[in-house]
């Protein structure tokens, strides 16, 4: 099972480097956020349709400041598309590149490598509650009803779930022998 998984890595690792073709997207349509008429043409319009909408109601009401708060975190998120240097197509909206350039990384490859480690941490914190349920003397009903303090005992530490998951991948707990695995007969 081991020499199987090397051999996976070595070709994957080998596969990634040796055959990657450098990939780039033609940003000719593209200009900076801040440069475009179109991103502050829909800025306006949408701060004039909210400004629309508070002309209904009294500015001191409920509907009215909360009317208020949006306009202001509309501004707010437009000024936030122009100071990052997002780039904007024709239709005046922030476009993502993801075509591997170090200077568009914040765009998307930290939200994915966060979204990644998010739902690691999701899935290993599940891995080890069922793994404690299996251990308990009615595991199904463990399964069922959680057991809130050992599941937020398991979510609190959850976070560390990379070393945890390399450390049993080191000792051999990670995966399974394959004498454990079962194969339906053809």
């Known amino acids: 099972m081991k020499n199987n998984f090397k051999f996976v890595c070595l070709f994957l690792f080998s596969f990634l480097v040796i055959y990657q073709t450098p990939v780039r997207a033609d940003l000719n349509q593209l200009v900076p956020c801040k440069d475009s008429a179109q991103f502050h ?68 490859v930290i939200p994915g ?4 480690y998010i739902t690691g941490w999701i899935g290993w914190v599940g891995r080890k509650y069922v793994q404690y349920a299996a251990t308990t003397k009615n595991p199904n009903e463990k399964e069922i009803i959680l057991d809130v303090p050992y599941a937020l005992k398991s979510m609190t530490t959850g976070f560390i779930w990379p070393l945890e998951a390399w450390q049993e991948l080191v000792n051999g707990e990670l995966l399974a022998n394959e004498d454990e695995i079962t194969v339906s007969p053809r």
């Open 41 to 108: 043409k829909r800025l306006d319009n949408t701060v004039k349709k909210l400004e629309g909408r508070l002309k209904k109601y009294d500015a001191a009401s409920q509907p009215g400041q909360n009317l208020q708060t949006q306009i202001q975190a509309t501004k707010v998120r437009f000024a936030k598309y122009e100071s990052e240097g997002l780039l904007c197509g024709k239709d005046g909206l922030p476009h993502l590149v993801a075509d591997g350039r170090i200077g568009h990384a914040k765009e998307f």
């Open 113 to 116: 490598l966060l979204f990644l």
